[in-house]
């Protein structure tokens, strides 16, 4: 069995995702290190060990993401080459979701929009709002300095004793808001704010932010589903704040399974299908 492996390597955690080159999937794996080096090769070994694979049948790795322009020629004598991030992206995403063509939104340290469809793939815009923001700003609120942390103080905060609703500004609708919509990110700050509600008001924001950014690209191109990857994808408050937001815009937000993987995905799909045809 011959294999190809994607490899989306990040500033300190890397995923990997392995297919047979008819294109069924092996493995995924996801590894966390010091820096881009460290992880990537860190990954490709445990992912090969856990597999039972040998070097001998990596037929060709392929590498994206910020930390894989450190990467030359071979890896552990395997033939590697790098694809465009974008591309990655909107592969993976579709192919995780099984939609033919959407919005693939991959929120990391930042956030990505990319546009695939039957005309292809392409980098329509992004905001420097994502994970970064969420750390910066949990880590200066709350002394909250990893995503776990983050996560679970989250959980237990009050986002009412946060945000400015409409509702805490007017008595009834406003046109098509309803009571419960946020009016004003941090705009309440009520007495006795803790951690947790602070936590809560940071991962409320930025999700709502990169809701809305949707909502305006898909009204400018006419889509509908918007798919959502990447790191923050698997924060268990995301798929409800995106669901008030789709509720008000009648947009599709669709977090797939295993949506942190989407970018190695689309890496390792990107050798195996070249303009739709296995290669």
């Known amino acids: 069995m011959n294999v190809i492996i ?3 390597v990040g500033g300190s955690t890397t995923k990997i995702v392995g297919y047979s080159t008819d294109g069924k999937l092996i493995g995924r794996l996801k590894v966390e290190a010091a820096d881009p080096q460290t992880s990537a090769y860190g990954a490709l070994g445990k992912f090969i060990n856990e597999n039972k694979l040998s070097l001998s049948q990596v037929k060709q790795i392929v590498l994206t993401g910020v930390g894989s322009s450190l990467f030359k020629g071979e890896i552990y004598g395997i033939p590697a080459r790098q694809v465009d991030e974008f591309r990655a992206i909107g592969l993976g995403g579709l192919a995780l979701s099984k939609k033919k063509e959407g919005l693939i939104i991959s929120m990391g340290t930042g956030t990505a929009f990319v ?4 005309k292809g793939i392409r980098h329509i815009g992004g905001s420097g709002v ?15 300095r990893s995503f776990d942390t983050v996560v679970e103080l989250a959980h237990r905060g009050n986002l009412k004793k946060v945000d400015l609703n409409i509702s805490d500004i007017c008595p009834g609708d406003i046109s098509t808001l309803a009571p419960e919509v946020t009016a004003s990110n941090f705009g309440k700050m009520a007495d006795g704010l803790s951690q947790e509600d602070l936590a809560r008001g940071v991962l409320n924001m930025v999700f709502q932010t990169i809701g809305m ?3 305006f690209a898909c009204r400018n191109d006419n889509v509908k589903d918007v798919i959502i990857t990447g790191t923050l994808s698997t924060v268990p408050c995301a798929k409800d704040l995106f669901k008030q937001v789709e509720r008000l815009y009648k947009i599709k937000f669709i977090i797939p399974p295993h949506s942190i993987y989407a970018t190695a995905t689309g890496a390792a799909l990107s050798y195996i299908y070249q303009n739709g045809n296995k290669k």
């Open 213 to 215: 950014l949707a909502v």
């Open 6 to 8: 994607g490899i989306d």
């Open 115 to 118: 546009r695939a469809d039957k």
């Open 130 to 144: 994502g994970g970064g923001t969420v750390l910066g700003l949990c880590g200066q609120l709350c002394n909250a």
